[in-house]
């Protein structure tokens, strides 16, 4: 049991808040069993006996929790792609300013421009 929650850690160690695993053991002492499912990776414990709606309760917490995750993960990525538009749109406005900055009138050219347009 142990083993094999380190290995699925180890082989899904960024999918690990999305792989949800519920560690069930008759083993004694249950707490300290808990606290060993959780330090090898488990993301709850369940000692033996138990009641199933105890489980099945778990086991809805775990998917609405991995689906809330992966809504997040989905908004994070989408604010990065947004992120990354802005700055390169901030960019292009900023070469922009400078190819245009050449081309600016100075004050008089200015004054004289209104004064042909009244």
């Known amino acids: 049991g142990f083993e094999v929650c ?3 850690r180890k082989t899904f160690e960024q999918a690990h808040a999305q792989l949800p ?4 053991s008759a083993r004694t002492p249950v707490d300290t069993t808990a606290i060993k499912s959780f330090q090898t990776g488990s993301t709850d414990f369940l000692g033996k006996p138990f009641h199933p709606e105890v489980l099945r309760h778990k086991v809805k917490v775990a998917l609405d929790i991995k689906q809330d995750v992966a809504i997040s993960a989905s ?3 989408i604010l990065r792609e947004a992120t990354d538009r802005v700055s390169s749109a901030e960019v292009r406005a900023k070469e922009a300013d400078s ?3 050449p081309m600016q009138l100075s004050s008089t050219d200015q004054e004289e421009l209104r004064a042909r347009m009244e």
């Not at 695993?21 to 069930?24: N, Y």
């Open 6 to 8: 380190v290995e699925i």
């Open 75 to 77: 908004m994070a990525h």
């Open 99 to 101: 190819k245009l900055a």
């Open 21 to 24: 695993i519920i560690m069930v």
